[in-house]
């Protein structure tokens, strides 16, 4: 059975969540979710200075062989894993064709029998072994992704994702792996930004069936400290949530702790999106009314400067909440701050007839002496109708 990898395992090498020879980022990602991120390498995932495949695998090798020598067949093969892995484009090269040239009928057990060998470098070689020869009937390739999941390497781990984010991943298995797949929420264990996110967002496919990994995702919409990974997060939890608790808390907090205004923004759409089941954010969503944040989008984005403020978005929420917040809002519009006033006027104005119980206040308030709220509760007046 010959190997073919050709272009899709050079792809795979060099773009597939990481190459393998790069450091963690410092920097948080930019805003752009298809920003790339870069990838750590393993402790003993270094290449070699030399580029010889040979020099020393576990010892068993010191040297390339002299002349006449051959090397056995099980030397070989680590060595040709090892290459798999090399940022080097004629190491590389290498290790490609002696798998496509003189592969034999063991097929994909080799990369099976080395997925857990005690160099980091073959392991590598191994799991873009499976990832390209995925074959999801083989009980024994499912087994080995699934262990690839928690190795000590991030990009053994990444490329084990990568193989489970393939369309033809068996259901079941993944959704039986997804306690070990959340683990890669946690930015301790996985230290690549854009694979967390990535993350987040297989988990989201599932829908409820990731309920598993709903605590993973709550820290993480918490305290990761990457934008990409708690706005991932937070989508993901909207399709995974089943319960009120489960689908209010995360954004509750967000809304009023997230140093980013893009997420607080989001956190408030999400909110109203549950319409009257968002009652128990009420408070949450009042108190952003006061939010001076602006999502700010890079100056070459189509859609810079069109992002609503904080503030607007919560006050649409409460619109959304309908008739459990008239009574809050009224409350509001007797706040000290002038903007907090004039949008509680405005969302009791968009809920219309809902909002009949706050007929009384804004009439009152059409006699302001402030002519943009008198102006606002007038409108209201008209939206709401008269019963």
């Not at 070699?48 to 056995?72: K, L, M, Q, S």
Request: aromatic share 4%.
């Amino acid at each position: 059975m010959k190997c073919r990898f050709g272009l899709l395992a050079l792809v795979v090498l060099v773009g597939c969540w990481g190459s393998g020879n790069q450091q963690p980022a410092d920097d948080t990602p930019a805003d752009s979710e298809d920003s790339a991120a870069q990838i750590a390498d393993g402790e003993d995932g270094q290449a070699n200075a030399d580029g010889d495949p040979f020099a020393g695998i576990d010892g068993e090798i010191d040297a390339p062989p002299g002349d006449g020598e051959t090397p056995p067949a099980e030397d070989r093969d680590i060595a040709r894993l090892r290459d798999l892995s090399s940022p080097q484009p004629d190491v590389l090269a290498s290790g490609i064709d002696y798998f496509e040239s003189t592969y034999d009928d063991r097929g994909v057990s080799l990369f099976q029998a080395h997925i857990e060998h005690p160099d980091a470098e073959v392991r590598r070689g191994a799991i873009y072994g499976l990832f390209t020869h995925f074959d999801p009937a083989d009980e024994s390739t499912l087994a080995a992704v699934q262990t690839a999941l928690e190795d000590n390497d991030p990009v053994v781990r990444r490329v084990a994702l990568k193989t489970m984010a393939l369309p033809q991943f068996p259901r079941q298995v993944f959704l039986d792996s997804i306690p070990r797949i959340a683990k890669h929420l946690d930015d301790e264990y996985e230290p690549d930004a854009q694979t967390r996110a990535t993350v987040a967002r297989m988990l989201k496919r599932y829908s409820t069936l990731s309920q598993p990994a709903l605590p993973k995702l709550d820290d993480a919409l918490r305290n990761d400290p990457d934008y990409l990974v708690r706005s991932a997060a937070l989508a993901a939890l909207y399709d995974i949530a089943q319960t009120a608790e489960e689908a209010l808390t995360a954004p509750q907090y967000l809304l009023l702790n997230d140093p980013d205004p893009r997420l607080r923004r989001r956190a408030a759409i999400q909110l109203g999106k549950y319409k009257q089941g968002a009652a128990p954010a009420i408070d949450e969503l009042i108190q952003a009314l006061a939010d001076e944040g602006v999502p700010q989008r890079s100056a070459d984005d189509p859609l810079a400067g069109t992002d609503e403020p904080v503030c607007l978005a919560a006050a649409d929420a409460l619109t959304r909440v309908g008739k459990p917040a008239v009574a809050p809002l009224i409350a509001a519009t007797e706040s000290s701050d002038r903007r907090v006033r004039l949008l509680s006027i405005r969302a009791l104005g968009n809920m219309g007839p809902d909002a009949r119980l706050a007929t009384g206040r804004l009439q009152t308030l059409a006699g302001s002496d402030d002519a943009a709220e008198a102006t606002a509760a007038k409108a209201a007046l008209v939206r709401i109708g008269t019963p």
